[in-house]
């Protein structure tokens, strides 16, 4: 009843001259609203075309993309580029931010889409900067900063417009590891505080371990769903 994304006998097949690659065989899934789902798989599994065709980059070959009662799959360019700017935030393995841009630039260009206005727009990104912890980093441009730091750019992108959801295709797949756990509390805290539905790729098996739901991905099927016990900040401190 409460599903925000429906997934029905979703498949991509792509053409390599005559090979054909079967990167997604039939995917049925739900994601309810407000909840942290992890897509977990071995490389070349098919999370990120998973991933990709949620959040409308991606077209399937066959199946059915339902968003919000929103079909996707039926959706021209020019919609999609719509649907996306309005509803979703998405947060790369590589960071792609833009590099002739500063960091307020980069997380205030998505506003500019939905008209904000340029005085709201700078404050609210100078506010998402600040609360990624890059108050002191708002000129810099990616060259000038760290991984972490670029990754934490980012992530100010995806959130600061508050979509409903918010994709990550291996958000710390380039980061160390206590930058990683910097990362994945960032992301998850500021889901949990917006009331966003969350999903992120992995192969990792301790990040999967933030999520309410694990779906194992295997050679473009579903191998199983696991839930998780989430340990909320209230019961943390019993
Ligand atoms: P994962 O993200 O789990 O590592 P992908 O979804 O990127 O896996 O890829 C799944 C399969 O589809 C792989 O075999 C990959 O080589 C293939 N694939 C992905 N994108 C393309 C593409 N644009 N063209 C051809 N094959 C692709
Ligand atoms: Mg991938």
């Given at each position: 009843?409460?599903?925000?994304?429906?997934?029905?006998?979703?498949?991509?097949?792509?053409?390599?001259?005559?090979?054909?690659?079967?990167?997604?065989?039939?995917?049925?899934?739900?994601?309810?609203?407000?909840?942290?789902?992890?897509?977990l798989g071995?490389?070349?599994?098919?999370?990120?075309?998973?991933?990709?065709?949620?959040?409308?980059?991606?077209?399937?070959?066959?199946?059915?993309?339902?968003?919000?009662?929103?079909?996707?799959?039926?959706?021209?360019?020019?919609?999609?580029?719509?649907?996306?700017?309005?509803?979703?935030?998405?947060?790369?393995?590589?960071?792609?931010?833009?590099p002739t841009?500063?960091?307020?630039?980069n997380v205030?260009?998505?506003?500019?889409?939905?008209?904000?206005?340029?005085?709201?727009?700078?404050?609210?990104?100078?506010?998402?900067?600040?609360?990624?912890?890059?108050?002191?980093?708002?000129?810099?441009?990616?060259?000038?900063?760290?991984?972490?730091?670029?990754?934490?750019?980012?992530?100010?992108?995806?959130?600061?417009?508050?979509?409903?959801?918010?994709?990550?295709?291996?958000?710390?797949?380039?980061?160390?590891?206590?930058?990683?756990?910097?990362?994945?509390?960032?992301?998850?805290?500021?889901?949990?505080?917006?009331?966003?539905?969350?999903?992120?790729?992995?192969?990792?098996?301790?990040?999967?371990?933030?999520?309410?739901?694990?779906?194992?991905?295997?050679?473009?099927?579903?191998?199983?769903?696991?839930?998780?016990?989430?340990?909320?900040?209230?019961?943390?401190?019993?």
């Open positions: 009843m409460d599903d925000l994304i429906v997934l029905k006998n979703l498949r991509k097949v792509y053409k390599m001259g005559d090979e054909k690659i079967i990167a997604l065989n039939s995917i049925d899934l739900n994601i309810k609203r407000n909840e942290f789902v992890c897509l071995t490389s070349g599994s098919g999370k990120s075309t998973l991933l990709n065709m949620m959040a409308g980059l991606e077209k399937p070959t066959k199946g059915e993309i339902i968003i919000n009662g929103h079909h996707l799959e039926k959706m021209n360019e020019t919609q999609l580029t719509k649907f996306r700017q309005l509803n979703i935030g998405f947060v790369f393995q590589s960071y792609n931010l833009i841009l500063s960091a307020m630039e205030s260009l998505g506003l500019t889409f939905k008209g904000v206005p340029k005085a709201k727009r700078d404050k609210m990104a100078k506010e998402m900067l600040e609360n990624v912890g890059l108050g002191n980093r708002l000129h810099h441009k990616p060259s000038e900063m760290s991984g972490g730091q670029q990754q934490r750019v980012s992530i100010a992108r995806a959130f600061v417009g508050k979509p409903k959801i918010v994709f990550a295709d291996e958000p710390t797949g380039n980061l160390d590891t206590k930058t990683t756990f910097e990362v994945m509390d960032l992301i998850t805290g500021m889901a949990r505080e917006n009331n966003q539905t969350l999903i992120i790729v992995t192969h990792d098996n301790e990040i999967s371990s933030y999520a309410h739901r694990v779906v194992y991905i295997r050679d473009g099927n579903i191998e199983k769903i696991t839930h998780n016990q989430i340990i909320t900040e209230g019961e943390k401190t019993k």
